[in-house]
C-alpha cells in the first residue's frame, strides 16, 4: 500500500515521497494547501477501498517508519465492516521490510 494520505506526511520517514507520488508542492514551511489535501487524500488507498472484494492478507510491522501500522489496521476494520475478508499478521518486532516473515 502506498500509505498516502493527508495526514501521512506527519508520520511518515519520508514524507517528500507522499507529495512527490501525489504530484504535491513538497514544502515542509507551510501547510498543505486545501487542493493539495484534496489530491494527497484522493491518493490514499483508504479511498478506494470500496472497490476491494476479494480476501486481503495483511502483514503489519509495529516498529515500520515508512507506513504507519494504524492505516493497515484501519483498511482492515472497513473491510471488514464492509464484509469483505481481511486478516492481519501483526510483527511486534519488524519495521517496513519484515524481516523476521520466513
Do not use: M
Not at 53 to 65: E, R, W, Y
Amino acid at each position: 500500500s502506498s500509505g498516502i494520505n493527508a495526514e501521512y506526511g506527519g508520520s511518515t520517514d519520508i514524507p517528500d515521497w507522499c507529495h512527490v507520488e501525489a504530484g504535491t508542492p513538497c514544502d515542509f514551511t507551510t501547510a498543505p494547501s486545501p487542493e493539495a489535501l484534496c489530491k494527497l487524500h484522493s491518493k490514499s488507498p483508504i479511498v478506494h477501498a470500496h472497490k476491494i472484494t476479494s480476501p486481503v492478507l495483511l502483514l503489519l510491522g509495529a516498529k515500520d517508519l515508512r507506513v504507519p501500522p494504524s492505516q493497515g489496521l484501519s483498511l482492515h476494520r472497513l473491510l471488514r465492516a464492509r464484509g469483505v475478508e481481511s486478516e492481519v499478521r501483526w510483527y511486534p518486532e519488524d519495521c517496513h521490510p519484515l524481516k523476521s516473515v520466513a
